[in-house]
């Protein structure tokens, strides 16, 4: 059931995420190949824009990687990762479910609970996905002690995006 909830919310907020994409992007061509079902080439045009740092591409990238078969789960991760620390709000809502549910490394729900606050905190929410935030955020937060809560809310607070160069 963990993993039903854990890929209910990846599809949902990549379609909310996703959804609103601006015309002409490289994001756009590789969201277009996907839709027809060319992954191949989605995952070629989404790496070429990752590699560029476009954290748009790179949470997309992360996104093809963890649902094409068979999963790279792994590399996907660091793309979210990479996505989650310039500032993508996707990106760090990922990263957060990843470390909730431990699907990559063990379950870290001090990091996951970090990550969530992060991106409660974006302007980039739509309702919908500020929504799947909360419910997160609020999940992982049953799962912490005081001391715990207490530190990830600090690093969430220090937390600044950084553009890669």
Same mark, same amino acid.
């Given at each position: 059931?963990?993993?039903?909830?854990?890929? /209910?919310?990846?599809?949902?907020?990549?379609?909310?995420?996703?959804?609103? !994409?601006?015309?002409?992007? !490289?994001?756009?061509? &590789?969201?277009?190949?996907?839709?027809?079902?060319?992954?191949?080439?989605?995952?070629?045009?989404?790496?070429? @824009?990752?590699?560029?740092?476009?954290?748009?591409?790179?949470?997309?990238? /992360?996104? +093809?990687? +963890?649902?094409?078969?068979?999963? &790279?789960?792994?590399?996907?991760? /660091?793309?979210?990762?990479? @996505? &989650?620390?310039?500032?993508?709000?996707?990106?760090?809502?990922? $990263?957060?479910?990843?470390?909730?549910?431990?699907?990559?490394?063990?379950?870290?729900?001090?990091? @996951?609970?970090?990550?969530? $606050?992060?991106?409660?905190? !974006?302007?980039? $929410?739509?309702?919908?996905?500020?929504?799947?935030?909360?419910?997160?955020? @609020?999940?992982?937060?049953?799962? $912490?002690?005081?001391?715990?809560?207490?530190?990830?809310?600090?690093?969430?607070?220090?937390?600044?995006?950084?553009?890669?160069?």
């Amino acid at each position: 059931m963990r993993q039903f909830r854990h890929i /209910a919310l990846i599809t949902v907020c990549v379609a909310t995420w996703h959804g609103a !994409s601006a015309q002409g992007t !490289s994001v756009d061509d &590789a969201e277009a190949a996907y839709r027809r079902g060319d992954i191949g080439k989605a995952i070629a045009i989404a790496t070429d @824009a990752a590699q560029r740092s476009d954290p748009r591409a790179q949470a997309l990238l /992360a996104f +093809y990687l +963890y649902t094409k078969v068979p999963p &790279a789960p792994v590399e996907a991760m /660091a793309w979210w990762r990479r @996505a &989650a620390e310039q500032g993508h709000a996707e990106g760090q809502f990922m $990263l957060a479910t990843q470390y909730f549910y431990g699907v990559v490394t063990p379950a870290d729900y001090a990091a @996951a609970y970090k990550w969530a $606050l992060i991106a409660g905190r !974006s302007a980039q $929410l739509s309702e919908t996905a500020r929504n799947e935030v909360l419910k997160l955020t @609020a999940e992982i937060r049953m799962k $912490l002690a005081p001391d715990q809560i207490k530190m990830a809310q600090e690093e969430a607070v220090a937390f600044h995006p950084r553009p890669e160069r």
